[in-house]
């Protein structure tokens, strides 16, 4: 994507034949028509003249208190994913970053096994909540766009500009239905966490949960986090409340995703059955474990 | 949910804001600083909904600071005023209003001190004391009684201190700390945060 734009890659996809534009094609085919090999050529979008992208915002997308009567909006053929468990937070060793990885649709499970949580470079991770689509399509835009600025300036984007970034670039879509909140979990000399949502809010902080399950986190992660806590404790914290908070929001669930993020970049740890969770903390609590089930403690 | 307040005194005007940045029932933040620093003696505090109020806060604080470089000279806390105000009128029928409550606050060489409310329906009103949020309910009367032109800037910091307690007294949420700068001639200076213990 970043390399086609680069090099003024004139692809038309298959599809381009339909009536319809996907978000997607129209902001690559805006930028592969005027970008013409002018390296600081940035082009200003009328409605947001501090946004350097011009989207088309389809006409199908309308604020709900705009009276447009002949808007025709699509009808969903099944209710969007939003729940989930997400979060992050600083501590001496880095940050951490910790999610679920069921994909709810109402309430139907629609995948267990989803990757809530994307690098977008080496010192800088992204944990996404709200709808799953969104989020991805958002993910890749924004991996584009750091690419690109990377390319262009000859140096990494700051977190904090690339907070600023997804939040100009999420603007236009306020009040329609695109619903991604996202934490972007990095090294940096400054801000480290930074929380952006699609309403707008754009957070800097050194904790944040986010999901339907968020609160059930807070409540673990307040009473215990610590800046001093060494690596394995946070870990084991940050998994600890991603398993409360799947024990009790029937939305999340399923397995633990686990990033470390240091100066010397992101680290995946490898993902785990928020199962084995359970039955260490029932061991704990010495209760008795049916004899089927019985997994030897670690 | 959120709350700003601001007083004017013969030479000065305070202004406090609450720390807290909610999303639906939880708090996200609990240090968040909701004034935005225009010019050297111009603040704009702002609440509302969540992108908007950082949106145009930080759209009027460039232009603001744009005019002074295109210009050579600052924007009195009333054209600023104005300009906020013409700004939030001209997108209030657009496709994509701005739902901002905000409170300007400066010192002007010439005018002196001077405090201006804005709603987001783009209403202005130069005030001797002024609130927005449901915290404005419980404190307005407060102001009401005890303010008068002349006081001094330690009556002016009791008179926040009395309407902060009367919110921990009152108010359903807890607002339990909030930011407190004062502007006079010598430009806007940080003052120590107003934290009120638990009921």
Request: with cysteine; proline share 3%.
């Amino acid at each position: 994507m970043a390399l086609e734009d680069i090099c003024n890659f004139n692809c038309k996809p298959m599809h381009k034949s339909l009536t319809f534009h996907t978000l997607e094609d129209t902001s690559s085919s805006v930028f592969t028509d005027s970008f013409d090999l002018k390296w600081r050529a940035e082009l200003t979008s009328k409605k947001t003249s501090e946004v350097p992208l011009e989207f088309h915002v389809p006409c199908l997308f309308r604020r709900p208190s705009s009276q447009a009567s002949q808007s025709v909006s699509v009808r969903r053929p099944f209710p969007l994913s939003h729940g989930t468990t997400t979060l992050g937070f600083i501590f001496q060793g880095g940050v951490i970053a910790a999610a679920d990885t069921r994909a709810s649709a109402g309430g139907l499970v629609a995948c267990p096994a989803v990757h809530k949580i994307t690098p977008i470079h080496s010192h800088l991770v992204v944990t996404s909540s709200g709808s799953g689509a969104d989020c991805m399509l958002w993910e890749r835009i924004l991996i584009r766009e750091i690419r690109l600025y990377q390319l262009r300036h000859k140096r990494r984007l700051s977190i904090r500009g690339t907070a600023k970034l997804l939040s100009f670039m999420l603007h236009p879509f306020k009040g329609t239905d695109v619903c991604v909140a996202l934490t972007l979990c990095g090294w940096d000399k400054d801000d480290s966490l930074i929380y952006v949502c699609s309403d707008g809010a754009r957070l800097q902080g050194d904790i944040f949960s986010v999901g339907s399950g968020s609160p059930y986190a807070y409540g673990v992660l307040d009473g215990s986090l610590r800046w001093s806590l060494s690596k394995e404790e946070a870990i084991s914290l940050a998994r600890e409340a991603v398993f409360r908070a799947t024990h009790r929001d029937a939305y999340s669930g399923n397995n633990v995703d686990l990033f470390h993020v240091t100066a010397e970049g992101w680290k995946q740890r490898q993902r785990e059955d928020l199962k084995e969770e359970y039955y260490r903390d029932m061991e704990k609590k010495g209760k008795k474990i049916d004899l089927k089930m019985q997994k030897l403690p670690k | 949910m959120e709350y700003l307040i601001g007083i004017q005194g013969p030479d000065y005007v305070l202004v406090a804001a609450d720390n807290v940045a909610a999303s639906s029932i939880i708090q996200m933040k609990h240090d968040y600083d909701k004034m935005f620093k225009l010019s050297e003696k111009i603040l704009l505090l702002c609440v509302g909904e969540a992108g908007d109020t950082v949106q145009f806060a930080e759209y009027i604080q460039k232009n603001v600071q744009l005019y002074k470089m295109r210009n050579g000279y600052e924007l009195s806390p009333a054209a600023a005023a104005n300009f906020t105000r013409k700004n939030l009128a001209d997108y209030l029928r657009s496709r994509t209003p701005y739902h901002v409550n905000l409170l300007l606050a400066g010192y002007d060489d010439a005018d002196g001190p001077g405090l201006f409310y804005m709603d987001y329906l783009s209403s202005l009103a130069k005030a001797p004391f002024a609130a927005h949020g449901y915290g404005a309910f419980l404190t307005l009367s407060i102001l009401d009684r005890y303010y008068k032109p002349d006081l001094t800037r330690e009556e002016a910091v009791d008179l926040l201190r009395k309407c902060v307690e009367e919110l921990n007294k009152r108010f359903i949420l807890n607002l339990h700390s909030f930011n407190v700068r004062l502007i006079d001639k010598d430009g806007i200076h940080d003052m120590e945060k107003l934290t009120v213990g638990a009921k």
